[in-house]
């Protein structure tokens, strides 16, 4: 039978240690559930939806960390992007290491081919030994796929034809990028060992092709 307090009988303390001890779970779920809708309400009001993803392997971030991650700000006005709503996602931490045997190398190197199967990498930088081993591992699309004729036919001298790993048919896998002005500003890699594709998977096909006239300088009407 439940008790029933007399609270005129009671002082501030006493009346609030009676409330505590009889109504603590009903309190104690109730706040839960206050922390928990306002945590969600958070989330939602600064969740910021990835425009584009890319993954940067093998990459130098020293510059990065000293200046911070590129600066975006051209790519979402051109585009009219919203800059509190949407972002863009780099995937920095990424080594693949071809002549070691180390387990965190083969961990690295699992996770980002199951980042790129599940979509979660829209476009692949990488110096060219490890972007031709990415293609062999089925983790890059054809450019065909995403490019006219006229933008491949522009780049034609600059374009990586590798394997298909499967059908073993030769196809257009990146665009190599010495001396690219984005590369460099940011000092991600050697100027002269950089190649640049589509993940196997995006699901962002116009936004990747956004990013990577961005990254080449190129308008989108030079598609």
């Known amino acids: 039978m439940e008790k029933k ?11 609030a240690g009676f409330i505590w001890d009889y109504y603590k779970g009903p309190i104690i779920v109730g706040l839960v559930v206050i ?3 306002v945590s969600l309400v958070r989330h939602y009001m ?23 991650e590129p600066d975006f ?3 979402f006005e051109r585009y009219g992007y919203n ?13 693949v290491d071809l002549k070691s045997n180390r387990n965190s190398d083969m961990y690295q190197f ?12 829209d476009l692949l930088t990488a110096d060219e030994e490890a972007y ?11 450019l065909e796929e995403h490019l ?3 933008f491949l036919e522009k780049y034609k001298d600059a374009i990586v034809y590798l394997p298909n790993p499967d059908t073993g048919e030769i196809y257009p896998a990146g665009i190599r990028i010495p001396d690219n002005d984005f590369m460099m500003k940011n000092k991600f890699y050697d100027t002269d060992d950089c190649i640049i594709g589509f993940g196997n998977g995006s699901t962002k096909d116009e936004a990747s092709k956004r990013m990577l006239f961005y990254i080449l300088g190129e308008e989108e009407t030079d598609r």
């Open 5 to 15: 307090a007399d609270f005129k009988a009671m002082n501030k303390r006493e009346i």
């Open 35 to 37: 922390v928990f809708v």
């Open 46 to 68: 600064n969740y910021q939806k990835p425009i584009v993803q890319i993954a940067l392997l093998n990459c130098d971030t020293g510059y990065m960390e000293k200046e911070g």
């Open 73 to 75: 700000t051209d790519f």
């Open 83 to 95: 800059t509190k709503r949407e972002k863009v996602t780099l995937h920095t931490n990424f080594t």
């Open 110 to 121: 699992q996770s980002l081919v199951a980042l790129i199967t599940a979509g979660g990498v």
């Open 132 to 142: 031709e081993f990415m293609a062999e591992c089925n983790s890059v699309d054809s």
């Open 148 to 150: 006219s004729e006229e």
